[in-house]
């Protein structure tokens, strides 16, 4: 047998057995490896979440509330915006530029999917 085939081999054998080499359940829930990686950035999470649960959320209150700067939260909006998983509405209040952010139902369908999957995983990790 070749080195390859041996190391191979020895996964293999480590994949159906467990750290002490214990034999490992099969019914293990099958996680999907497509983990959005557009919210799963911290900031963009966050935008993502805080808008899911109000109706909508001006820049300044994304940004008082996230603790992020100007720039960091301008262009991870802008990414959310341009996947069309939040709108973005420029306008005046007075003389006062105001931008206000609502999430889009293709972003609350995102949030729920990435919900689910981060639920198996933490599952799969408690029941593993």
Do not use: W
């Amino acid at each position: 047998m070749t080195k390859s085939s041996t190391i191979r081999s020895d996964h293999a054998a480590r994949e159906r057995t467990g750290p002490l080499g214990a034999v490992k359940e099969q019914k293990r829930e099958v996680v999907s490896p497509d983990l959005d990686r557009l919210i799963h950035e911290r900031i963009r999470l966050g935008i993502v979440s805080a808008l899911a649960v109000n109706r909508s959320l001006t820049f300044n209150e994304l940004k008082a509330l996230l603790k992020t700067t100007d720039g960091n939260l301008s262009v991870h909006a802008r990414r959310l915006e341009e996947a069309d998983y939040i709108l973005c509405t420029k306008s005046f209040d007075g003389r006062l530029p105001k931008t206000e952010y609502r999430l889009t139902p293709a972003g609350r369908k995102a949030l729920e999917r990435y919900l689910n999957h981060m639920e198996a995983l933490i599952r799969a990790t408690r029941e593993g």
